[in-house]
């Protein structure tokens, strides 16, 4: 199995985690896509996020493919963090073949992940195009990095046989929805 990993908070889910992932399932060629809803993100304050229970369910409905799974492996395996997670996924998983899906303001700041240099020797890794500045993310500290084993869009279809690391960036992705502005969009309403 060829699968992408999809990490968040999913608050909320959205259409355009739902696009980032189809785009991935079908430019790298996977045969599904799992968001990891995550009981909340070490950087972000997580003292007004939904339970993870509403999230998943939320997710489910948005996700809407048969090609998304959703679940929340860290609240079953007791992590808090990305590397953790996948390192018990991999362990878990030995016949499967990962690759990390981000959208593209995520890499900007990946370089405050833990371990994050360590995320990217465990698999491939896809970055996904989002609306605004494409330069701040193609331009941060893990992108420098790691620039030396970035595969030309081009190749996309080869990501996943490529030992890690190894990572590409996609365009493609147009929506400008993110969790972000859907949950200031909420607030103002109220």
């Known amino acids: 199995m060829r699968i992408g990993l999809l990490g968040g908070s999913f608050n909320p889910a959205h259409d355009a985690h739902r696009a980032l ?56 395996y007791r992590t808090r ?16 073949r990962f690759v990390w899906l981000m959208g593209a303001d995520n890499l900007a700041q990946f370089h405050r992940w833990k371990r994050w240099q360590e995320i990217a020797k465990m698999m491939p890794i896809a970055v996904i195009e989002r609306p605004g500045d494409e330069d701040a993310p193609l331009s941060s500290k893990a992108a420098h990095a790691l620039a030396r084993y970035r595969m030309d869009e081009s190749d996309a279809a080869l990501l996943m046989s490529m030992r890690p690391p190894a990572w590409i960036y996609l365009h493609g992705l147009k929506s400008p929805l993110s969790s972000t502005s859907l949950r200031m969009k909420g607030q103002r309403q109220a």
Not at 49 to 71: C, F, G, N
Not at 81 to 96: C, I, M, N, V, W
Request: proline letters at 10%; a neutral charge.
């Open 21 to 76: 992932s189809l785009l991935a399932w079908k430019r790298l060629g996977l045969d599904r896509v799992w968001w990891l809803v995550s009981p909340g993100n070490p950087l972000k304050e997580n003292s007004v996020l939904p339970p993870v229970e509403d999230r998943i369910k939320q997710a489910r409905e948005v996700s809407a493919s048969p090609y998304i799974d959703v679940a929340a492996p860290e609240v079953a």
């Open 81 to 96: 963090y990305t590397f953790d997670t996948l390192k018990r996924l991999l362990a878990s998983s030995p016949d499967a």
